[in-house]
């Protein structure tokens, strides 16, 4: 009887050895990465980040009928070589490989992962997977990542770091392989720069291929702060908001930032990003932006120099949610004005109409306020009055009345709960009743529709007789 408890226990000793032995290999920071095949199958993978590029391979190729050494892998325009560990690649959750099948054993030469850091060119630097963030076998503390691309995520609603990425220019597969790295901003924001290798052999590729035209790579961004969304998440790249590799002092506070914003002038100034922010906020509210006909409403930079205007006018995201709403706005504003339109007068309005320049009755479509083009005034029939100047105690114009920013109070009251008589202006107040108003001005008593603000006739009776 005790040499069978003695044995109960010992095997009950060493099952629970067995079960604490077992959970030291769990790994609980796996990577889910999704691998699409040539052919349109993606596979779902959750891999162990220090395993290597060949293990993604076995596990792929049963799938695909293929043996793991007719794969090649690639990832942001580059194969991604055998002995490659996944960790040590710009990978985050739910990220995207493709896998092709090799063609032939003589294939073109391509740029792998182990290019040596050394001969890439500072753009680049940061699209060399050696650059990102790794843990050092001999510290305890991992290495900071430095980021070199920065973008404007509209998941995130931010400034954000940001990832260069890479696919065919023609069928927008990411199956592609670049044939020489890009070397300044120019080869990644103007389309057709550098060629490459499309893996993907759609139909159309193969008919520019016949026709001797080259395969192009088409450069596009990601935010590297959330999780991808797929193929088609992408971030508006802020190409003048760069780190500040050379401590080059700020233009306005002298400090030297960590991350800076570079005008686009020929002596790359630069402002640190609160002083941009205040910068543009300043002229934002002094509305000194400038309406550029072919990049909108932006501003230069402040020293004044020639074609230093910024191109991309999401920069101006890093003014907050309220002040950026204002910028659109006013932006909207400047573009009506300057194509020939005009704003609604009612106060709290101010919709953009754009209307046939011989057309004088204007009726804003947001809030239904008919006025005349001239005077901005409600409609009426006959000339314009003019109108006069309120002047101070010295005789001087203060104020214009027809600023729809500063008006004098009362002014403004009476346009909100009035509309004049189109006959003789006569402030009119509807309290009730229809549309049909008859006019109580002595020596007027002009009989016109509330809605339409002209002579009340059978139509207006018709429709819209009451509300």
Not at 227 to 241: K, N, R, T, Y
Not at 332 to 343: A, D
């Amino acid at each position: 009887m005790f040499r069978f408890i003695a044995s109960f226990f010992t095997k009950l000793i060493q099952m629970m050895l067995q079960v604490l032995s077992s959970k030291k290999h769990i790994i609980h920071n796996l990577l889910s990465i999704y691998v699409k095949t040539s052919g349109g199958q993606t596979v779902c993978l959750d891999i162990d980040p220090k395993c290597d590029v060949s293990h993604i391979k076995k596990l792929v190729a049963p799938q695909i009928n293929l043996q793991p050494d007719e794969l090649k892998i690639i990832f942001a325009g580059k194969e991604l070589a055998d002995d490659y560990v996944i960790e040590e690649c710009d990978l985050g959750q739910q990220s995207i490989l493709h896998v092709v099948k090799i063609k032939s054993p003589k294939l073109n030469e391509v740029f792998r992962c182990s290019t040596p850091k050394a001969n890439l060119s500072p753009l680049t630097e940061s699209l060399d997977y050696s650059t990102f963030s790794s843990e050092d076998e001999n510290t305890e503390k991992p290495l900071e990542r430095k980021a070199h691309f920065y973008v404007y995520c509209p998941n995130c609603k931010g400034l954000k770091q940001g990832k260069l990425r890479v696919r065919c220019h023609f069928c927008k597969s990411g199956a592609f392989t670049v044939h020489s790295d890009p070397q300044d901003w120019s080869h990644v924001l103007q389309p057709k720069q550098i060629t490459g290798t499309c893996e993907n052999d759609p139909e159309y590729c193969q008919e520019l291929l016949q026709n001797c035209e080259p395969t192009f790579a088409e450069f596009y961004f990601k935010c590297s702060e959330h999780v991808s969304l797929g193929e088609c998440d992408q971030a508006v790249p802020l190409d003048l908001i760069r780190p500040n590799l050379r401590h080059i002092p700020c233009l306005a506070c002298l400090d030297v930032p960590e991350t800076m914003f570079t005008f686009p002038c020929q002596k790359d100034h630069i402002a640190c990003l609160d002083c941009f922010r205040s910068y543009c906020l300043s002229k934002l509210l002094e509305r000194q932006f400038w309406q550029h006909p072919e990049h909108g409403y932006t501003l230069a930079c402040p020293n004044g120099c020639l074609n230093s205007f910024i191109r991309e006018i999401h920069h101006f995201r890093l003014l907050d949610d309220d002040n950026y709403d204002r910028y659109q706005r006013f932006a909207t504003e400047e573009f009506v004005l300057r194509s020939g339109g005009l704003l609604c007068p009612q106060p709290g309005c101010g919709m953009g109409i754009l209307a046939e320049p011989d057309c004088t009755r204007i009726t804003c479509q947001q809030c239904k306020y008919v006025f005349c083009r001239n005077c901005l005034q409600g409609f009426h029939i006959g000339p314009c009055d003019p109108v006069e100047p309120s002047l101070d105690a010295q005789g001087n114009c203060d104020v214009d009345l027809n600023c729809p920013v500063v008006e004098d109070p009362s002014r403004t009251t009476i346009k909100v709960i009035t509309k004049p008589c189109p006959s003789c202006k006569t402030p009119t107040e509807r309290d009730g009743g229809c549309m049909h108003m008859i006019c109580t001005r002595s020596g007027c008593q002009f009989h016109w529709c509330w809605v339409c603000q002209t002579e009340w006739t059978r139509e207006c009776m018709a429709d819209h007789w009451f509300a």
